[in-house]
């Protein structure tokens, strides 16, 4: 903005100052107003839906799709979108790039329009873009709480203790919120049942937990690094033998 | 007989004169109160800009259920589950001060970006404003990870594998994500320092950064002036006016500023475009 026009702006608004009226109490009473009827709300709320507690952590818990509370929806959306499953959809979209990059926007906006106009009709591209990023955020969260939560208690056929094990790990990683095991599961990432076929071996499964982009380029798989040594291999012998050896029952 | 006005006060307001003057003396609080309550705003504001003033309150309602819910909950992995459990079911009025304080936290994610956008709409990030606007940035920001470590303190099932999932996701970010991660988490693995760890940023170092920016937003509100909506009656006859002081002055092809504009012929029979 020119100097000239931030002096403009300064003169109209002196007058707009010069002609109106105290804050108190002419505008701090149409806050309170506001404010107590959202206190109103939420007391309502709190009343009507009575907050409950979910079940305690039990760490063999295996039919569990974890979700994140509503206003998280639109990031864990958008990690189904950025499936790495090719070069035009790399995770990194969704884990880092476009949160990062709506927060920048967000408080660079006034940095990046810096023309005087306010009036609506006057910004029509100010507009267009507010306009696309609420419509996709705003759909993104319906998104998030409409989709299905999946899942049944895993077991394997047959039964040892590796998959007694793995049933553990993929309950306590949340493996089936993007993948199906069984009979349910998300479908951020690939269908587990018949993992098996590929017959790629029980290291490169190990491998391929603890660092998935070095197997799978671009893979949006976060790292299971921290995993326990058993508890990879049980893991990993169970992959591999999924849809062969063994079977999810 | 002396009158009134300058006669000797009842000495409850004597004393009560004695200490606002000292008060006053020493920090101008009088005149820092006077000027933020009786300032000058815009003759013309808007229903929509009480959504800030209403998110600061909500975010007062939070403090005090959140301190209520503190004096009953304890951070730790053994006991924060049955703690909550008492506050639901056993303590006094324990579900409602929970309740608000989780439908307290909707609200203010709701409120905050409603203020947004009616800032965004209202183009009042603008000139002389944007400082203002980069702290309620950073507050909706600072809003959205308060959301993020409270929703583990429940440490319940759900609250639980979504924070490991959270955890999973900034891990994988690059460079960085790993060791953020690991200082979130106080480890490799979610565990009983992570609980007490959430607890900490959430009832701590949040706060106090809400608290500062909230000082710093409203200090630059009330320094620079509530805006006034674009659309107001008072900016179209204002625009009205200098457009035809601008069209005055190139009939006499004088430049615009150099004529003196005495009075208007016709403001107030031309609609302007507001609905005066």
Same mark, same amino acid.
């Given at each position: 903005m020119k100097k000239a026009q931030q002096e403009a702006y300064k003169r109209d608004y002196a007058q707009a100052k010069a002609e109106g009226k105290p804050f108190f109490p002419y505008a701090i009473y149409k806050d309170h107003i506001v404010a107590i009827l959202c206190f109103a709300w939420i007391i309502g709320m709190a009343i009507w839906h009575r907050v409950e507690i979910g079940r305690p952590i039990y760490e063999a818990t295996t039919d569990f799709v974890p979700r994140p509370e509503w206003y998280f929806f639109f990031l864990f959306e958008l990690l189904k979108i950025f499936k790495g499953e090719n070069f035009l959809t790399p995770v990194i979209m969704a884990t880092f790039i476009v949160p990062n990059v709506l927060m920048a926007l967000l408080v660079l906006t006034p940095f990046i329009d810096r023309t005087p106009e306010r009036r609506l009709e006057k910004r029509p591209f100010a507009m267009a873009v507010a306009m696309i990023i609420f419509t996709s955020l705003a759909w993104l969260t319906y998104k998030g709480a409409t989709s299905e939560a999946a899942s049944g208690a895993l077991t394997f056929e047959p039964q040892d203790d590796n998959t007694e094990l793995a049933a553990k790990v993929i309950a306590a990683n949340g493996c089936q919120s993007c993948h199906v095991i069984g009979a349910g599961g998300g479908n951020l990432g690939p269908n587990l049942n018949t993992i098996g076929n590929q017959k790629r071996g029980v290291q490169w499964h190990i491998d391929h937990l603890k660092a998935p982009s070095s197997k799978v380029p671009g893979s949006p798989m976060p790292p299971f690094? &921290?995993? &326990?040594e058993p508890d990879l291999k049980a893991l990993a012998t169970v992959l591999d033998g999924l849809g062969t050896t063994y079977q999810v029952k | 007989m002396t009158t009134k006005d300058i006669g000797p006060k009842n000495p409850v307001a004597q004393v009560g004169d004695g200490v606002v003057d000292y008060v006053e003396n020493r920090t101008g609080a009088k005149t820092g109160i006077s000027w933020f309550l009786f300032r000058n705003v815009p003759k013309e504001t808007s229903w929509f800009q009480t959504l800030g003033f209403a998110a600061m309150a909500v975010f007062g309602l939070q403090a005090v259920t959140g301190i209520v819910l503190a004096m009953y909950y304890k951070p730790s992995s053994d006991t924060a589950y049955q703690s909550i459990q008492h506050i639901t079911h056993e303590v006094t009025f324990g579900w409602l001060v929970r309740g608000m304080h989780k439908w307290g936290a909707t609200a203010m994610i709701v409120l905050v970006f409603l203020h947004m956008g009616r800032v965004f709409l209202f183009g009042s990030y603008k000139y002389p404003r944007e400082l203002t606007w980069v702290t309620g940035s950073i507050l909706l920001i600072l809003t959205m990870f308060m959301g993020l470590t409270g929703y583990l303190l429940v440490w319940d099932e759900k609250a639980y594998w979504a924070t490991v999932v959270a955890m999973n996701i900034t891990a994988s970010a690059p460079i960085l994500g790993p060791y953020v991660a690991d200082i979130m988490r106080a480890g490799p693995d979610m565990g009983p320092d992570t609980l007490s760890r959430f607890y900490s940023i959430h009832m701590l170092v949040i706060p106090g950064g809400i608290l500062t920016f909230v000082g710093l937003h409203l200090f630059l509100v009330a320094k620079l002036g509530i805006s006034e909506p674009p659309w107001s009656k008072r900016s179209y006859k204002a625009r009205y006016d200098q457009e035809a002081a601008e069209r005055a002055a190139a009939r006499e092809r004088v430049?615009?500023?150099r004529r003196e504009v005495t009075a208007d012929p016709a403001p107030q029979t031309v609609n302007a475009g507001g609905d005066q």
């Open positions: 690094a &921290s995993l &326990s | 430049p615009a500023g």
